[in-house]
């Protein structure tokens, strides 16, 4: 949950024959501009308040994950993502 606030934070994961789905759900405050930090790795030579949100997080999810999205509703931030399991395309 972003701002350091206290609250429910739900997670539900789904195996699939080749992935993982996994939905996280939190009743935090929305991303800015109600959607997920640009690809792009953030700048490094600011201050560290300067940091945008994301930082390098979001670049390294983005980086392991093959599918993830956002989106705000009834007042909860949700992501979901998947995880290729690694199988070979026989066994999907």
Request: hydrophobic share 35%; glycine share 14%.
């Amino acid at each position: 949950m972003r701002g350091g606030a206290e609250g429910r934070i739900e997670l539900e994961c789904e195996c699939r024959k080749s992935r993982l789905i996994c939905t996280v759900s939190d009743g935090g405050t929305p991303m800015p501009e109600h959607r997920l930090p640009d690809r792009e790795l953030a700048a490094i030579d600011v201050a560290r308040q300067d940091l945008p949100e994301g930082g390098f997080g979001w670049f390294l999810i983005r980086e392991l994950v093959e599918e993830l999205s956002y989106a705000r509703q009834d007042g909860k931030n949700i992501v979901r993502f998947g995880l290729g399991l690694g199988r070979p395309a026989s066994e999907a």
